[in-house]
């Protein structure tokens, strides 16, 4: 195992919990369009692109939009979603995430956001974290998203480390699966029924140190 110097993190799941504010803006413009939306369906959205995102939920309600059309309700989805990440507070930043990047980044490990989000900096701000970042690759600058690895080799090079010496933070299947595609370690932030792939699952960050995450490593890597 190559010693780990660097820690990227994806944003919604991990970091901030903004998935409900997607949902209630993928929902809207659903209702606007006559489509029926649950809950079960938001999660096959989870880790897509926006795009790719309002191309199923065309498919759920098999309706077709020229490109011109699709990219027009993909603006007006995240107006309404801005709306929402305008009101976000710091403190809906989830439990033990702030503690743990300040304990990494005093151990001197480099951070960096890895998010195919294009609010990523946005978000940040509101959190009042920004700081704890030191750098930041996001939606702005990829062209293809998850699974491809392109965000997470962006972020490493961005640090200026070697893709094995970084681990991904994910909650998503498409980016466990794109950081194992990258090189990289992957820690999954949920369950192992839903991440089966990831190296380590853990449930969150609260009460977890950067040690307790290379421990861990060390042991599955031994099994």
């Known amino acids: 195992m190559k010693e780990i110097k660097g820690l990227i993190f994806d944003l919604d799941g991990v970091i901030v919990d903004t998935a409900k504010y997607h949902f209630l803006a993928w929902k809207k413009l659903a209702q606007n369009l006559r489509i029926p939306f649950t809950e079960s369906d938001n999660e096959r959205l989870k880790g897509v692109s926006r795009l790719r995102s309002f191309e199923i939920i065309l498919e759920i309600g098999g309706l077709t939009m020229s490109e011109e059309e699709k990219e027009k309700c993909c603006t007006e989805k995240n107006n309404l979603y801005l709306e929402y990440i305008y009101q976000l507070k710091s403190d809906e930043i989830l439990p033990g995430v702030r503690k743990f990047l300040s ?121």
């Open 103 to 223: 304990d990494a980044r005093e151990k001197g490990y480099k951070i960096a956001l890895g998010s195919g989000s294009r609010n990523a900096k946005l978000i940040l701000e509101k959190l009042e974290i920004t700081d704890l970042f030191d750098v930041i690759a996001d939606g702005t600058i990829i062209s293809q998203a998850k699974p491809d690895p392109e965000i997470f080799i962006k972020g490493a090079k961005l640090l200026e480390l070697p893709a094995e010496s970084c681990i991904v933070f994910e909650d998503a299947a498409a980016g466990i699966e794109g950081a194992h595609a990258a090189g990289m370690y992957a820690v999954g932030i949920g369950t192992a029924e839903n991440l089966p792939k990831a190296e380590i699952i853990l449930p969150g960050l609260k009460g977890i140190t950067i040690k307790d995450i290379i421990n861990k490593l060390q042991i599955h890597i031994k099994e």
